[in-house]
């Protein structure tokens, strides 16, 4: 089975993400760079995911080598029109191709798939990633306290950021 490009970027392919690439995806997650600052899943849950029509769960591939350096999980919810981000790893750091991943990942939402709303959430000691959301316009909606319970870090804050659909095209239209 071979993958199939949701979109592409200058420099990367954003791919459908198959069972086999559940190892790479949970190598991801684990690695010290990435492990404090997102969710964790096992192989059943991102099987799960995989397999749910409104999850759209995608590896970021280097054209050019056609290396996977990162990973997307995203759900759709239909009934409110909205998009969750609720994991974005990249593993090759400071190439600038989160930000490539996300502008496309955005305007994909928007334009193709139509909704209104994308979303996500931020712990607050994520700079790299609260800079990233904030470069590319995304608007800090608050603060949601405690609302999670990490193993090795106890009650942890989830700083909300979303984009609208017409805050995102006029914001694109006027760069």
């Not at 994308?118 to 603060?143: A, C, R, T």
Request: hydrophobic fraction near 40%; aromatic fraction near 10%.
């Amino acid at each position: 089975m071979t993958h199939t490009i949701i979109l592409n970027t200058d420099r990367l392919a954003l791919c459908d993400a198959l069972p086999s690439d559940i190892n790479t995806i949970i190598e991801m997650e684990s690695a010290p760079e990435n492990r404090d600052y997102i969710e964790h899943g096992n192989y059943q849950q991102h099987l799960l995911e995989i397999q749910d029509p409104n999850f759209l769960v995608l590896i970021v591939v280097e054209k050019e080598t056609e290396n996977i350096v990162g990973y997307i999980i995203s759900h759709i919810d239909n009934h409110s029109n909205s998009f969750e981000l609720r994991r974005f790893v990249m593993q090759s750091k400071g190439l600038g191709y989160g930000k490539e991943a996300i502008i496309g990942l955005i305007s994909f939402a928007f334009s193709v798939l139509d909704v209104h709303r994308l979303w996500l959430d931020v712990y607050p000691f994520n700079q790299p990633g609260i800079n990233l959301y904030e470069s590319i316009g995304m608007h800090k909606d608050g603060i949601l306290r405690h609302s999670y319970l990490s193993h090795k870090y106890g009650y942890q804050d989830q700083i909300i950021y979303s984009v609208l659909a017409n805050e995102w095209h006029h914001n694109v239209s006027n760069n």
